[in-house]
């Protein structure tokens, strides 16, 4: 009998057991610095330098623009501050709705006077308005475009291609945050025109503390980490050798199996939108939930009730695990950005429901249960 359900893989996904597999002969047989000269030192080097080179290889880029990180919050500081500071950009366009990661790191800039920052228009379903996009372009000086490829709350889905040829067109950095999209749709970082790119090895079942930035190699920018010669002198500091074996593997495994993952995840998502209008009265949904949309994601609008809020808390305790918004604010008291963002009601509840390939239709069914207990329901 299910007693739990892990509906918050937008926040983190259980590592594949694959992937620990890989990991452990790493952490307890290879423990030489990789800065060593001596065997020791030059094994673990091997290892980095033979993921840097798969991890390349799978996103059609060249091995020298691939970065390795802590996770996606460092890449995408990476990226901005390389972009302001080494290649002199005064003028940023982002949205409302990015990441704070992005958000935060952007406001912190403006406020010091470094840039100015202009945030372009959202469609009613929470898209970024293109034309207002390239008015923006038009009307500025050189720019910087910071936009996510697919929004961690509502799951809304850039297009990807046509904005990197936009930004081309009028000479701008494009930088985008994929951290909820690296592992679940191929990237051919040679076809796409996007400068930078960002990925979190646990948003795809890898482990916590890794991830990467891919540069693209005709940008120059400043080390973000002084201390060493680490990452071709970027980032100093030893290396996560573990951790970089495990995105590595993590990704080969998404990749390899991504069209068969997305059907059954999609699947799923489909059936709870179906059941979910059948059931519940008044129930809505945020963002393109059914057009241009991560499969991983639904964000459900549900009707105001006097158990409004503590919905979460009551699903925690029938043992469903879902959010709010992102797992970074969840401490917080504040509502949601994105949903202020894109202007929704804020007196009905909204829940992030977020799935993975480990995910099944029985979890799902008990999830619901849990929901119309708390929900007025069709007859």
């Known amino acids: 009998m299910i007693k739990q359900v892990y509906l918050d893989n937008a926040a983190t996904t259980p590592m594949a057991s694959e992937v620990l597999e890989v990991m452990l002969p790493v952490l307890r047989d290879q423990f030489g610095n990789p800065s060593s000269t001596h065997s020791f030192g030059r094994k673990t080097r091997a290892l980095i330098e033979v993921s840097r080179r798969n991890i390349a290889r799978m996103l059609n880029s060249a091995p020298s623009e691939i970065f390795f990180t802590s996770g996606g919050t460092e890449a995408d500081n990476m990226a901005i501050k390389g972009a302001i500071e080494s290649l002199g950009i005064m003028h940023v366009i982002t949205s409302s709705i990015e990441h704070h990661a992005v958000g935060h790191t952007l406001?912190?800039?403006e406020k010091n006077e470094k840039i100015k920052l202009s945030y372009v228009k959202l469609m009613p379903d929470g898209h970024v308005d293109l034309e207002d996009l390239e008015r923006l372009l038009q009307e500025n000086e050189r720019s910087f475009v910071s936009l996510m490829h697919a929004n961690n709350e509502i799951g809304n889905l850039l297009k990807l291609k046509e904005v990197g040829e936009l930004c081309e067109e009028y000479d701008a950095i494009f930088?985008?945050?994929?951290?909820?999209?690296?592992?679940?749709y191929p990237m051919d970082l040679e076809d796409l025109k996007v400068h930078f790119v960002t990925a979190a090895a646990h948003k795809f079942h890898g482990p916590k503390g890794?991830?990467?930035?891919?540069?693209?190699?005709?940008?120059?920018i400043d080390p973000f980490i002084y201390g060493g010669s680490q990452e071709r002198n970027m980032r100093g500091g030893t290396e996560n050798v573990y951790g970089i074996v495990g995105i590595t593997k993590a990704l080969e495994i998404a990749l390899t199996h991504a069209e068969e993952h997305r059907e059954h995840i999609q699947g799923l998502k489909t059936y709870m939108i179906e059941q979910l209008r059948t059931n519940v009265l008044d129930v809505s949904f945020h963002g393109d939930f059914e057009g241009r949309s991560l499969y991983t994601v639904l964000n459900v609008c549900f009707p105001e009730s006097d158990k409004s809020e503590m919905l979460l808390f009551n699903l925690d305790i029938a043992g469903v695990g879902c959010s709010g918004g992102s797992a970074c604010t969840s401490g917080s008291n504040k509502g949601s950005h994105v949903l202020e963002g894109i202007g929704a009601n804020s007196l009905r509840p909204a829940v992030r429901f977020s799935f993975s390939r480990y995910t099944t239709k029985e979890e799902i069914d008990y999830a619901l249960e849990q929901v119309y207990k708390l929900f007025p329901i069709h007859a």
Request: net charge negative; glycine share 8%; no cysteine.
């Open 107 to 109: 406001e912190s800039y």
């Open 175 to 184: 930088h985008s945050d994929t951290v909820q999209t690296m592992g679940h």
């Open 210 to 220: 890794v991830g990467f930035l891919y540069i693209d190699s005709k940008l120059k």
